[in-house]
């Protein structure tokens, strides 16, 4: 049982270029989610989803994109890569609202 | 909207001993859920305990407990007899009834000196 892996874990990207974070999980998991980690700023919501074919914005969605097209993946994309959106990535998932999130291990990412 | 605050940005613990996280949390909701996530340098994000609003009872895991104070808007964290492997950033999060959403407060960044 993987629970929820991502991919990369560490990314450099220069300004302008575009780029997808991958997020699967195994726990056949309807919530998922996208989180940014900033010092001092906690975790923030980007995107999420309740469900294959749904998806909707989080707190701050600016420059970034997402489909669910299965149960089990919710990639990320990076439209065109800003210095703004250096930060650690993580994806999450719950079977449902009382639970917890299940996090993956993060991917740090650098915007140059 | 919900806030979540966590007033003390670092505390530190002699290992062994016990120690309390504050939370505080800002909502007109009634049904929600409470998390305490911990996360070690190794960066993952894990989840330590859950509290449901509409429970009295304070959740226990093991070493960890809380102390949720529903009309105060309050949910403490406590670790007893302090393990190095403790040491890490914890964050209060709140959760509405029927929301996506995860509301983090900022963290605490807890050291256990040995």
């Known amino acids: 049982n993987a629970g929820v892996t991502q991919t990369p874990k560490f990314q450099v990207l220069k300004t302008g270029q575009s780029m997808t974070l991958q997020c699967a999980q195994d726990?056949?998991?309807?919530?998922m989610s996208w989180y940014r980690q900033d010092p001092g700023m906690g975790l923030r919501l980007i995107h999420y989803?309740?469900?294959?074919?749904?998806?909707d914005q989080g707190e701050v969605p600016n420059g970034y994109n997402v489909s669910r097209s299965t149960t089990e993946d919710f990639p990320l994309r990076l439209l065109s890569a800003a210095p703004s959106q250096t930060s650690v990535y993580f994806c999450?998932?719950?079977?449902?609202?009382?639970?917890?999130?299940?996090f993956g291990s993060g991917t740090r990412l650098t915007v140059v | 909207a919900q806030t979540v605050t966590q007033s003390q940005p670092e505390m530190s613990v002699q290992e062994a001993e016990t120690v309390t996280l504050s939370c505080t949390y800002d909502t007109s909701e009634s049904d929600y859920y409470l998390f305490w996530y911990k996360q070690p340098p190794s960066r993952q994000m894990i989840l330590v305990i859950r509290q449901e609003a509409y429970k009295q009872q304070n959740a226990t895991e093991n070493r960890f407990s809380v102390n949720f104070q529903k009309a105060a808007k309050s949910f403490s964290l406590k670790i007893s007899d302090s393990q190095l492997g403790d040491a890490a950033m914890y964050f209060c999060a709140y959760r509405s009834e029927g929301a996506q959403k995860l509301v983090f407060g900022q963290g605490t960044r807890l050291t256990i000196n040995p």
């Open positions: 726990m056949n998991h309807e919530y």
């Open positions: 989803s309740v469900g294959a074919g749904i998806t």
């Open positions: 999450a998932s719950s079977y449902s609202i009382q639970d917890g999130y299940t």
